[in-house]
């Protein structure tokens, strides 16, 4: 039996990097998926599709909470529940704390950190009517529990997530709905690999203790073990998905 036979996942930011492998992974283990982003990816689609599922594409900025609603509705409308959410769609911001500016500083929390409080408030409803509750696994990052220079709204944005994390979790206990954070080191995603230059992959490299940076498949796999029943008794967690950062 797949782990996620005919259950439905809505996963944002799921065009690339792990939001992709997430996506991937779930289809194969017979999810239909639901992948809410700004651009519609048929690349991406079409693999999800080649592992016997059904996958759809609704567009939406989770920085806009009337298009998270709404991308929540059309899922249901679709498919008729919503059984798995991941919370993935993220930014990254480069400049020293006094420096930055308001706007930068504002749209880094908007996403990261608004973004995952306006799917969670819509995915939990939905969750709450149904006598199957849900899981929903956030995305933060290493940077949920540490500090980097240069990045004070995302360090901010993450370690705000594992909070609201906690606190979903709390109140939905005792509803059938596990909420739960993963925390991924470096990961080699095109967000990340984009913007670093060849000295900085090396710097990146040198903070795990694998010297080396993770594959967001490795990043997916946690996420698919902490979504499934396989973790039926984890909820309110932060798992870092580091290697080794945290040990150094």
């Not at 065009?15 to 992709?20: D, L, W």
């Not at 059309?74 to 308001?102: P, Q, R």
């Not at 990045?151 to 109140?171: D, F, N, P, Q, R």
Request: one cysteine or more; proline letters at 2%.
């Amino acid at each position: 039996m797949k782990r996620f036979e005919k259950k439905v996942a809505f996963i944002t930011g799921g065009n690339s990097g792990i939001g992709k492998a997430v996506a991937i992974l779930m289809a194969r283990e017979g999810a239909h998926i639901v992948i809410a982003d700004l651009k519609e990816n048929q690349e991406t689609l079409e693999e999800i599709r080649k592992e016997g599922t059904e996958a759809r594409f609704i567009r939406c900025d989770v920085s806009k909470p009337q298009e998270v609603e709404q991308a929540v509705s059309v899922t249901i409308n679709f498919f008729g529940s919503l059984d798995v959410a991941v919370n993935n769609a993220g930014i990254v911001d480069a400049s020293l704390l006094h420096e930055k500016s308001i706007e930068e500083w504002q749209r880094v929390i908007d996403i990261n950190l608004s973004g995952v409080f306006y799917g969670m408030k819509y995915q939990i409803a939905q969750m709450r009517s149904q006598a199957s509750g849900g899981s929903i696994v956030n995305v933060g990052s290493i940077m949920s529990q540490v500090a980097e220079l240069g990045i004070a709204s995302y360090a901010s944005s993450k370690h705000g997530l594992v909070g609201l994390t906690k606190v979903g979790a709390l109140e939905n206990a005792v509803n059938n709905i596990r909420v739960n954070a993963i925390g991924p080191g470096y990961i080699e995603t095109p967000l990340l690999m984009d913007n670093a230059a060849q000295d900085s992959r090396a710097y990146m490299e040198s903070k795990h203790a694998m010297k080396r940076l993770g594959k967001p498949e490795e990043i997916a796999k946690a996420i698919l073990f902490m979504a499934s029943d396989d973790a039926s008794f984890c909820t309110g967690a932060y798992l870092p998905v580091d290697g080794g950062y945290l040990i150094q």
